[in-house]
């Protein structure tokens, strides 16, 4: 007797099972929507996809039960959201009314109301397909946030799980920033030209890489993103468009080592109409000593429509016509997006695209010399040859802290055809110790030049014939 009676209790353990839902069979399915944070504040309504419940369970006739969902900690409900409205079955077995409302949580009772069966689903929307949970408050403002909901089946008394053993949970909402500006790439088409008309790397080599440089005028182009990822609005339904926003953008470009020598004064210029004239009113930087130049509030009718995908506005800096533009350079971007509504962020974008926006090269080289001495008791020179044309340089002595450099005679002239020697006390001399670094900007392409620091010794003995360095890579710029 005691084994059939432990079969029976089986039996009906199982028969109980499959009753009233004990069970580990039921599945959660979200769709996560993903939001633009230019669209939001922390306290702005967002609504939700809907979530699909799958039901892991038979139900009988009268066998009602509760489905709870709950937000994640930091997000919370709005509770007339959570109406029986706003639920339905695909089977129309279940009617749904609202058990209770609150900021915390939306349970629902369920009355079944027809024979079910396992796979059944229950949607948080209503008839018309409106997505039905709305959150009142979230982290979805800031970038990279989520919110996800939890779910949990209950009897009645919500002190037995009728499917599920344990809460499933699906993430409904991601958010991103939209609205970008960056350097799709960096721009390695502008050179200083050792050739140019006002001087030696004093103006540009002209070229036809859009947009072009000129003699005078070179630039490089900056992309503007308007949400072309298709983030939604707060609705979870609208896509995003930052153009009919009263938002704004703040482009800040930086050039750290040179400080934007060279420019002719508030001509470093973005072309926010893009009809190609450069300079016209609100299109010109801000620049600082500093080396960071600050082109504050464009509006967002810059960038084009959200259906029209990112667009190219060009960045441009006219040369003085006096001032070496040196060898190379490299001009980085950053800067912020203030949404309509919000605080402002940011541009998304990474520093490996950003931080190398601009690079400039030349048509010339630099050679350097990491240690030299001026001591008179020595032979201390520096030779060059020259496979080209004579050609001009300038050199340009530093010290260690508190030695004064003072420029000789040959800070600046000529390396003739040839070879060239010149005495290292003629190029400058210090107040102090009696040694330092040089660099040679030379006007020549680097494959003409070539150079090297000798020092010889009381008594006529040679102790160094150092080469000089090339700092920006061995061929030509």
């Not at 695909?90 to 058990?99: D, V």
């Not at 790397?201 to 182009?221: E, I, Q, R, Y």
């Not at 667009?311 to 016509?321: K, L, M, N, Q």
Request: aromatic share 8%; glycine share 8%; with cysteine.
């Amino acid at each position: 007797m005691k084994k059939h009676n432990a079969i029976l209790q089986a039996a009906v353990a199982s028969a109980l099972a499959v009753t009233f839902g004990i069970a580990n069979a039921g599945t959660l399915t979200a769709t996560s929507t993903v939001y633009a944070a230019e669209a939001l504040t922390s306290a702005t309504p967002v609504t939700t996809a809907s979530l699909v419940y799958t039901m892991g369970v038979n139900r009988a006739i009268g066998q009602d039960f509760t489905i709870i969902f709950s937000p994640s900690t930091g997000s919370t409900f709005t509770p007339a959201s959570c109406v029986g409205a706003n639920f339905q079955s695909a089977a129309g077995t279940y009617t749904f009314s609202t058990k209770r409302a609150s900021a915390d949580e939306c349970a629902i009772q369920v009355a079944v109301t027809g024979a079910t069966t396992v796979g059944e689903t229950i949607t948080t929307s209503n008839a018309l397909g409106t997505q039905a949970l709305v959150l009142a408050t979230h982290p979805l403002a800031t970038a990279g946030s989520s919110v996800s909901y939890t779910t949990n089946l209950w009897d009645l008394g919500e002190t037995a799980r009728i499917d599920n053993s344990a809460a499933l949970t699906g993430v409904v909402a991601t958010s991103i920033n939209a609205v970008n500006v960056y350097a799709d790439a960096s721009d390695t088409a502008t050179i200083a030209d050792v050739n140019a008309t006002a001087g030696p790397l004093k103006g540009f080599l002209a070229n036809a890489t859009v947009p072009l440089d000129t003699g005078t005028v070179a630039a490089a182009n900056l992309t503007f993103d308007n949400n072309s990822a298709g983030a939604k609005a707060a609705d979870g339904v609208t896509v995003f468009d930052f153009t009919s926003t009263t938002g704004t953008t703040t482009v800040v470009l930086t050039d750290a080592n040179l400080a934007f020598g060279g420019l002719a004064a508030g001509k470093l210029c973005l072309d926010v109409d893009n009809d190609a004239t450069y300079c016209e009113a609100g299109e010109t930087f801000a620049a600082a000593v500093s080396g960071a130049a600050t082109l504050a509030t464009i509006p967002a009718a810059v960038f084009a429509p959200q259906s029209a995908g990112p667009v190219t506005r060009a960045i441009s800096f006219e040369a003085d016509g006096v001032t070496s533009l040196s060898t190379t350079r490299t001009i980085a971007l950053s800067g912020t997006v203030t949404p309509q509504i919000g605080a402002a962020h940011a541009f998304a974008d990474t520093a490996s695209k950003n931080a190398t926006a601009w690079v400039w090269s030349a048509n010339a080289i630099e050679l350097w010399a990491p240690y030299f001495t001026t001591l008179s008791t020595y032979i201390s020179r520096f030779a060059f040859q020259n496979t080209g044309i004579p050609v001009g340089y300038t050199a340009v002595c530093l010290a260690e802290s508190g030695n004064t450099v003072t420029a000789g005679t040959a800070a600046a002239g000529t390396l003739d055809a040839g070879m060239t020697v010149i005495n290292a006390s003629d190029i400058c001399n210090f107040s102090g110790a009696t040694r330092g670094t040089v660099r040679f900007i030379i006007n020549a392409p680097a494959g003409n030049i070539h150079g090297t620091y000798n020092l010889v010794a009381p008594g006529g003995v040679s102790i160094a014939v150092e080469t000089l360095t090339r700092p920006f890579n061995a061929g030509t710029y």
